[in-house]
């Protein structure tokens, strides 16, 4: 067992958190189907210092010389805890905020997405969002662009099922 | 005849950071290529997606690369996140027959054009770091970036996983440097520039991200670099839009310009300014123009 990714320490001041390593071995639970606790592994991932705290910066993936790619296995409890409803994190919801702009439209609604993923938080950011705004940054219509076909990007969301 | 690629700019190019996407559009002839617009490509996702439903972020990215399939040319990006997400999915169904038989079962069904499997993906940056992009520059004949001292950041997601990436060693990439010294600028080495920005993460875990950005932008000024570059629109958002929240969190001054990779070779190529929209930065580029004599 990988012990080097097991915490990890994070640039600033923080604590050792919970590292890929341990990820990797959490995906390895949750995804037996003679786990009774799956729901329950979820949520234990889903909190701080949980999946949604991965900056997908590919470190683990790169350097593991196992091939246990604890990456892929972060990207899998993901998706784990949206099957099983656990997606109040501000992570999953930033998640959720893709999946609506998608349907809606195809691209990327970037005024949606920071209120959705942090309804608390948003007003906050105002200062750095009025900057935005004022260079020109944030975009003029709340309305979600349309891409051409999207008949089919609306299928494919209803139809395409997990298999996890 | 210009070579022709799919333009696949990402969502944030197009909105957002349309600076990145002007300057991209207007540095196209200079490098005689053309760039054809992908009116039914959707979001990639940007590794949101591929983490609450990863089969659906397959067939999406599947369906983008089936478009520029059928216009028969390979896909060019602006985006680091955009190209992994593209060139994993491409990887995922080249190597693995059934999956590409499971995801074309999915596109017929949605009434979409099923993939065949013969897209490659290729940021600009790969493209111009090549012998073939690099002859490109020189036959344009810079007016070149007058000793600009350029920090590049690399980002995470055009260099890891090299498995996906595979471009250039991903602890030693040398494309942006290459550019960078074919342009007349000088580099500022540092060791931060293959850290990852925290973007990602910025609106669910900002002060973790404003953390990991800060080791990049610390680094580039400690090294005495006038400007960072960047291959990412996403990076630069988390470099340039949240410096100043990135100062405040730990006490310290960056005043870093960060320029677009587009913009840095626009530069030096004599593209007006005005066409590379620096107006919507929000660290001023002032002194860059002005070393450069634009």
């Given at each position: ?6 915490r990890?320490?994070l640039?600033?001041c923080?604590p ?7 990820f ?18 979820a949520k234990?991932?889903s ?7 991965c ?10 010389p ?18 099983e409803?656990?997606t ?10 893709f999946?609506?702009?998608?349907r ?5 609604n ?6 959705y993923?942090?309804?608390?938080g948003a007003p ?14 944030l ?5 979600t ?6 008949d089919q990007?609306?299928?494919?969301i209803?139809?395409?099922k997990e298999?996890? | 005849?210009?070579?022709?690629f799919?333009?696949y700019?990402?969502?944030v190019a ?6 990145l ?12 290529i053309?760039?054809?617009p992908?009116?039914a ?9 591929a ?8 067939t999406l990215?599947?369906r983008i ?9 390979d ?9 992994l997400n593209?060139r994993?999915?491409n990887?995922m169904?080249?190597?693995?027959p059934?999956v ?5 079962e999915e596109l ?5 054009r ?8 290729t940021h600009l ?9 690099l002859?490109?520059l ?5 007016k070149?970036l ?9 980002g995470?997601?055009l ?6 990436m595979?471009f250039?060693?991903?602890?030693r990439p040398?494309?942006l440097?290459r550019?960078?010294t074919?342009?007349?600028?000088e580099?500022?080495?540092?060791e ?8 990602p993460?910025?609106?669910?875990r900002?002060e ?7 080791v990049a932008?610390?680094g ?8 960072m ?8 958002l ?6 100043r ?5 730990m006490?310290?001054?960056y005043?870093?310009p ?7 070779i ?13 107006k919507r930065?929000?660290v001023p580029v002032?002194?860059?123009l002005?070393?450069v004599?634009?």
């Open positions: 067992m990988c012990r080097l990714l097991l990890v320490q640039p600033g923080r050792r958190v919970r590292g890929p390593a341990a990797a071995w959490g995906y390895r639970f949750a995804a037996d189907e003679r786990d009774s606790q799956r729901k329950n592994r234990l991932y909190g701080e210092h949980g999946v949604w705290d900056t997908r910066c590919m470190f683990c993936n790169e350097r593991c196992k091939g246990v790619d604890p990456r892929d296995a972060i990207e899998k409890l993901g998706s784990i805890a949206f099957q409803k656990v109040s994190d501000k992570g999953a919801r930033h998640a959720k905020a999946l609506i702009s998608l809606s439209g195809g691209k990327l970037e005024i949606l997405i920071a209120p993923t942090d309804p608390i906050f950011n105002a200062p750095l969002a009025l900057r935005m705004a004022q260079k020109g940054k975009p003029k219509s709340p309305l662009h349309k891409v051409k076909d999207r990007v609306k299928k494919l209803k139809n395409v298999t996890i | 005849m210009p070579r022709q799919a333009y700019p990402g969502c197009e909105f957002s950071s349309k600076e996407n002007a300057t991209t559009k207007a540095l196209a002839p200079l490098l005689d053309e760039l054809l992908m009116p490509a959707t979001c990639c996702g940007a590794g949101d997606v983490e609450a439903k990863p089969n659906l972020y397959l990215n599947v690369l089936s478009e520029a399939e059928s216009m028969g040319v896909i060019l990006t602006i985006c680091n996140v955009c190209t593209l994993r999915a990887k169904v080249k190597e693995d059934r590409l038989e499971a995801v074309n017929i069904k949605a009434g979409a099923p993939y065949q499997g013969t897209i490659e993906v940056l790969w493209f111009l770091a090549t012998e073939e992009g002859s490109l020189e036959a344009h004949g810079p070149g007058n000793g600009l001292k350029v920090a590049p950041y690399y995470c997601q260099l890891r996983p090299s498995s996906v595979g250039e060693d991903p602890d040398q494309s440097e550019l960078i074919a342009l007349g600028g580099v500022a080495d540092y931060g520039k293959t850290r990852c920005c925290g973007f993460i910025i609106l669910a900002e973790v991200a404003l953390k990991e950005s800060h932008l610390a580039a000024r400690d090294a005495g670099a006038q400007v570059v960047t291959p990412c629109p996403l990076c630069h988390a470099m340039d839009a949240y410096q929240k990135t100062e405040q969190l006490g310290e001054e005043a870093m960060v320029l677009h990779l587009p913009q840095l626009g530069l030096a190529l004599g593209l007006p300014t005005k066409t590379m929209e620096f930065h929000l002032d002194e860059v002005a070393t004599g634009a």
